[in-house]
């Protein structure tokens, strides 16, 4: 498709369980991003990936948060061990250059957990 | 560290009106900003940008000022039509660090 995609849209997880959130950018973009957003507030920047260079992860709360870019493109976003404070819907926004740009957003997962 | 904030939280305006959204920054080394809109159920959409060396960008029905000395962008729609109800964001990016700080938004709600 043309824009960016992310997967699943939904993900109802017990608390405790480990998810993975999968983002699919926009071809030829290489700069990936993860933010976050709670109910009604902005969004929260998680992490961002420039091309092959080290990722800024400086937005990660916890240990219990990763993510990794394979090969360049697609990427996902780990959490382990959900806790209830974890649910919000996840963004992926991706762009053709890392600096400069606008962004461009998937619809994100909403993720609950109960 | 950057934070932006936008001035109200909500703005409820007449249809035909025009709209004025704003925003303020704190991290003067900011140099390129960007709106965005988000609807519901869906992710932020590109709206119109503008670079620190402008002061004024005009888009379709919508126009982009930047006032460096206050750290103070606005976003302004003309003639507001019920398709522009929608949460409305402003981004700062110092393009030497790679990523934007988002404000919390703005919730624009048209009346027909």
């Known amino acids: 498709g043309a824009g960016v995609s992310q997967s699943p849209s939904n993900k109802v997880t017990e608390k405790g369980k480990d998810v993975e959130l999968r983002c699919d950018p926009i071809?030829?973009?290489?700069?990936l991003y993860w933010y976050r957003q709670s109910l009604g507030q902005g969004l929260e920047f998680l992490i961002y990936f420039q091309g092959n260079s080290a990722p800024d992860k400086s937005g990660l709360p916890s240990d219990r948060f990763s993510a990794e870019r394979t090969g360049g493109s697609v990427s996902t976003l780990t959490i382990q061990r959900t806790q209830q404070e974890d649910s919000a819907v996840y963004l992926c926004?991706?762009?053709?250059?890392?600096?400069?740009?606008?962004?461009?957003f998937g619809n994100g997962t909403r993720l609950t957990v109960t | 560290g950057e934070s932006v904030g936008l001035h109200l939280p909500t703005l409820s305006v007449q249809e035909g009106d025009n709209s004025i959204i704003n925003c303020a920054y704190s991290n003067s080394a900011s140099d390129y900003f960007i709106w965005y809109k988000q609807e519901s159920g869906k992710g932020p959409q590109f709206i119109i940008d503008?670079?620190?060396?402008?002061d004024k960008r005009q888009g379709q029905r919508v126009t982009v000022l930047l006032n460096k000395t206050v750290k103070h962008l606005s976003l302004q729609i003309a003639a507001t039509q019920p398709g522009d109800s929608a949460v409305y964001f402003c981004a700062a990016l110092n393009t030497n660090a790679g990523k934007s700080t988002f404000g919390d938004g703005t919730t624009l709600t048209v009346k027909p």
């Open positions: 926004a991706s762009s053709l250059v890392g600096k400069g740009a606008p962004l461009h």
């Open positions: 503008i670079r620190s060396n402008m």
């Open positions: 071809s030829g973009h290489t700069a």
